[in-house]
């Protein structure tokens, strides 16, 4: 361990527990299927609110994927606990024989067009967010936005915050001091991502209908099931999310300034290909605008600064005037072994994986070093569980199991300062099961879904019959009469805001499209 971690290990053995809690949000996508294991053509279900304006309930790409939506929480039972309940409210509400899917790569999609784009409404900013998503069909296809995934927010409190400047005698504005740090954290974190991809990664199969074309890195295991034998997330590799015009994108997150006219110059860059599709085909909308990046969300990122937005208010436009609030970890796969994708397990771990980040310096990344990190990260996806491999460096090259190890060791003395000040052993005895993991891989999530699947059931079979599984654990505690009724009470309000916004619209939609796309250039100064 470097002389610096070790004295800031030091310092923060000094906080009091009130100082370094953790704040946390959970986003959770889960396909709803049919008893087919089939993706659902129904409707979003009106009994759930507004997609447009619900705070906890949404679709994100298509209409048949739920993502449900945590508030953010100092306790994990609480993130926990309401991730249950939207579940449960969802289950109440969805169509009787239709089911949430576990797994991270979707279930059988026999037409591309069964991808149903989602709706929200007739709204400018409804139509909006419609128009995007035909954009991404049209740029990557349907398909490959059926994926779902889990995307955990953290920061720090205030107070660890005052702490930490004054221990590393800064004078900045706290705003930039927090946004530098944040910065540096994901710098390390982009390094070091990779073992989140072998501890955590669960999606080492998909169904055939997932690719147009066979591929030679996958094999049939049974009829409809392809399997890689040393995968461990094929959502992360480029069988998954793919984007060959973001590739010369060099977002290596150097710094606040640097990130946003990275994207920017993105938003703004005409893409030939784009260019050539053309931005309407009669009086329908085929892309936003024909540039690399339509919004800033479609950079696809495993980790990301983020700033809460004001209505209307763009994501760059956010972050330039306020700074980094907290950061969004993108590259968890659901765990398709829970009812709600997570568990309390993992998210100590990445808690304790964030932390170390923060606490440890992370140098600016070159243009060559990002694309290593890129080539290593596309390699460990596919073959993480062959521990033995060596993986380049910028200095020489790293052994996979030697590497995991000696961070995991780093972790250790994190955890035990971590449970010496709350008085407990969790976070220890999280580094132990990680250790146990890379030390017999046959326990790492990857391995024990290959197990089942070589046991004889499809693919498309195992994930269908853990969804069975999971409603009916979740359904054993139903919610109480006062929980259905305050859910309910949210989802009258999100349709009566959606019905105020479509009313207050007092522009056109191709006015409105314009302003918001010019909205970076105009007004984040104000």
Not at 248 to 265: K, M
Not at 429 to 442: F, L, M, R, Y
Request: charged share 25%; net charge negative.
């Amino acid at each position: 361990m470097n002389t610096i971690l070790e004295n800031r290990l030091k310092w923060l053995s000094s906080l009091t527990p009130e100082a370094i809690r953790f704040i946390r949000g959970i986003e959770k996508e889960g396909l709803r299927v049919t008893p087919d294991s089939r993706l659902a053509q129904t409707n979003h279900p009106a009994g759930l609110g507004s997609a447009l304006t619900h705070p906890s309930i949404t679709t994100d790409y298509s209409e048949a994927l739920l993502e449900f939506i945590t508030p953010t929480f100092s306790s994990t039972e609480e993130n926990l606990d309401y991730l249950a309940n939207l579940h449960r409210y969802a289950y109440l509400k969805m169509p009787a024989d239709e089911l949430i899917w576990p797994g991270s790569m979707p279930a059988i999609i026999d037409h591309e067009e069964d991808v149903r784009i989602a709706e929200y409404g007739s709204s400018n900013i409804g139509r909006l967010k419609h128009v995007y998503r035909h954009g991404l069909w049209h740029r990557y296809g349907r398909i490959m936005q059926a994926i779902a995934g889990l995307h955990f927010n953290f920061s720090m409190t205030d107070e660890f915050w005052q702490h930490f400047q004054q221990h590393q005698q800064n004078n900045q504005p706290i705003e930039d001091f927090k946004s530098e740090r944040y910065f540096s954290l994901i710098r390390h974190f982009r390094r070091n991502s990779w073992l989140l991809m072998i501890l955590f990664g669960a999606s080492p199969a998909i169904d055939e209908s997932f690719l147009k074309s066979p591929s030679k890195r996958l094999s049939h295991l049974h009829r409809r099931t392809l399997v890689s034998p040393t995968a461990t997330s094929l959502r992360m590799s480029d069988i998954g999310y793919t984007n060959s015009a973001q590739a010369n994108l060099h977002v290596c997150f150097n710094g606040l300034p640097s990130y946003i006219q990275t994207l920017r110059s993105a938003i703004h860059t005409e893409y030939p290909a784009y260019a050539s599709m053309g931005i309407k085909k009669g009086d329908d909308y085929l892309q936003m605008n024909t540039n690399i990046l339509q919004i800033e969300n479609e950079y696809y990122s495993d980790i990301r600064p983020k700033r809460t937005v004001q209505s209307g208010e763009k994501p760059v436009c956010a972050l330039q005037r306020r700074g980094v609030e907290y950061i969004e970890v993108r590259c968890m796969d659901l765990d398709p072994f829970n009812p709600v994708g997570i568990s309390t397990q993992s998210i100590s771990f990445l808690e304790l994986f964030l932390t170390w980040c923060m606490l440890s310096d992370s140098g600016f990344i070159s243009d060559e070093e990002c694309e290593l990190l890129k080539q290593n990260l596309a390699g460990i996806v596919m073959n993480g569980s062959q521990l033995d491999q060596d993986y380049p460096t910028m200095t020489g090259s790293f052994k996979l199991r030697r590497q995991a190890t000696a961070i995991l060791d780093e972790l250790q003395q994190l955890a035990e300062v971590m449970d010496q000040i709350n008085g407990d052993s969790k976070y220890r005895t999280v580094i132990a099961e990680a250790q146990e993991k890379i030390d017999h891989p046959e326990l790492l999530p990857s391995s024990k879904i290959r197990t089942l699947l070589e046991d004889g059931q499809e693919y498309h079979e195992l994930m269908y019959n853990l969804a069975r599984q999971h409603r009916e654990t979740l359904m054993q505690t139903p919610l109480s009469e006062q929980q259905i009724q305050s859910m309910e009470a949210i989802t009258a309000e999100s349709l009566k805001r959606q019905q105020e916004i479509e009313s207050g619209d007092d522009i056109s939609f191709e006015q409105f499209i314009a302003e918001y796309q010019d909205q970076d250039a105009r007004f984040c100064h104000d």
